[in-house]
């Protein structure tokens, strides 16, 4: 009797450990549809002059994207929302300079290798914080997101620093846009998924 309580309780624990992946909440729809997004503004959008920046506080929404490598295997696309609050200042000796201050959530990871780990969404959220000088955005965005991304199928955790580098394009800085690059900092070597290049992010004025 006590063999078979302490099988029971083996295989209930071995059960508990087993976690599924989160469902998406954003996919290769919205991944496209990003990168149209990011081509436009690139191409097509001018760099706000500093002098023509509005001061003041604004807030931002949109996304960030890029392709990825996840434990050194490519093949990878990570996506997610990015919300932005751009407080320029008055009285800076330099115009169009403030803090920038954010968040980027619902972060995404899409499968193209058929490697064995599912497209999932990650639990958790990056703090972004950094600069805006003359209209040049210098941030960066930390945190710890949780994913399923180890064949024993647990929940696995790692931190993240992401560096987001762009300008306030348009004639009145209606878009923030730019280069994001980085990946999982080694916080606890759970899973490692560095952006590679081509990393975009982009937020237009609410």
């Known amino acids: 009797m006590t ?45 706000t002059p500093a002098g023509d920046i509005p001061t003041g506080k604004a807030t931002y929404e949109g996304h960030i994207r890029s392709e990825a490598t996840l434990n050194g295997e490519d093949d990878y696309l990570v996506l997610g929302l990015l919300d932005l609050t751009i407080d320029i200042s008055d009285t800076s000796t330099t115009a169009g300079s403030g803090d920038v201050r954010g968040s980027i959530s619902e972060v995404n990871l899409l499968d193209n290798n058929d490697k064995g780990f599912e497209d999932q969404a990650f639990s958790g959220n990056l703090t972004v914080s950094g600069r805006v000088v003359g209209g040049q955005i210098d941030a960066r965005a930390d945190g710890v997101l949780k994913g399923v991304l180890s064949d024993d199928v647990s929940r696995d955790s790692n931190g993240w620093d992401l560096t987001l580098e762009g300008n306030l394009r348009d004639d009145d800085a209606e878009v923030a846009t730019g280069t994001i690059y980085g990946g999982t900092d080694g916080t606890t070597d759970d899973y490692n998924i560095q952006l590679q290049g081509g990393g975009r992010f982009y937020a237009e004025r609410d």
């Open 3 to 47: 063999y078979k309580i302490a099988f029971t309780l083996i295989a209930v624990a071995g059960l508990a450990a087993c976690e599924q992946p989160e469902d998406l909440t954003l996919n290769r729809a919205d991944y496209r549809a990003f990168a149209a997004d990011d081509e436009y503004a690139r191409d097509r959008l001018s760099i």
